[in-house]
T-cell receptor
Framework: GEDVEQSLFLSVREGDSSVINCTYT??????LYWYKQEPGAGLQLLTY?????DMKQDQRLTVLLNKKDKHLSLRIADTQTGDSAIYFC????????????FGTGTRLTVIP | SQTIHQWPATLVQPVGSPLSLECTVE??????LYWYRQAAGRGLQLLFY??????ISSEVPQNLSASRPQDRQFILSSKKLLLSDSGFYLC?????????????FGEGSRLTVL
């Protein structure tokens, strides 16, 4: 299938905002997700957004969805060193996890 | 609460040797189970998934196989490893009914084939 695209690296200073971008492929995807992978560990679901929403906010996290451009972003306010991780976006192209497609992941490095 | 464990965490194997990675889930019954591979600079690639004992679906033709001998046990195997099999392997589980996209991942197994 077509690739879900993300930039590979992002560096920000502690206290600044981070914005991680993702371009997905299927305009009919129902859910879009952000997963976080801390060093040497598996992925954990961070947040998700349903396709009929434009924005979702959860504490320091803001997810923006532009369906027209098939663009998803994750903004982390007041970025902390503990936010350093790889962030994966994923789109659900159909029912079941076998229709869940992940991006390449963006490695976020927070500089103290 | 549910937990998922996979082992070994790190493995260094010569080309042509066999492979067995194990994954077990506790605290849930009849989960869907998955094996993913994460290669550097590439997204997670779904290798196999299973909806029940003995039921395996392969997403990508390759040198690997999977088995589910028990409800909460998922095994990734190879008879003869290739250099290209190196990578970070992740086991995951999900609920069967009402799946909303949340996968629960194990800690991962890093395989280096020399």
């Amino acid at each position: 299938g077509e690739d879900v695209e993300q930039s590979l690296f992002l560096s920000v200073r502690e206290g600044d905002s981070s914005v991680i971008n993702c371009t997905y492929t299927d305009s009919s995807s129902t859910y879009l997700y952000w997963y976080k992978q801390e060093p040497g560990a598996g992925l954990q679901l961070l947040t998700y957004i349903f396709s009929n929403m434009d924005m979702k906010q959860d504490q320091r996290l803001t997810v923006l969805l532009n369906k027209k451009d098939k663009h998803l972003s994750l903004r982390i306010a007041d970025t902390q060193t503990g936010d350093s991780a790889i962030y994966f976006c994923a789109e659900s192209r159909g029912a079941g996890a076998n229709n869940l497609f992940f991006g390449t992941g963006t490695r976020l490095t927070v500089i103290p | 609460s549910q937990t998922i464990h996979q082992w070994p965490a790190t493995l260094v194997q010569p080309v042509g040797s066999p492979l067995s990675l194990e994954c077990t889930v506790e605290g849930t019954s009849n989960p869907n189970l998955y094996w993913y591979r994460q290669a550097a600079g590439r997204g997670l690639q779904l290798l196999f998934y299973s909806v029940g004992i003995g039921q395996i679906s392969s997403e990508v033709p390759q040198n690997l196989s999977a088995s589910r001998p028990q409800d909460r046990q998922f095994i990734l195997s190879s008879k003869k490893l290739l250099l290209s099999d190196s990578g970070f392997y992740l086991c995951a589980w999900s609920v069967v009914r009402g799946f909303t996209g949340e996968l629960f991942f194990g800690e991962g197994s890093r395989l280096t084939v020399l």
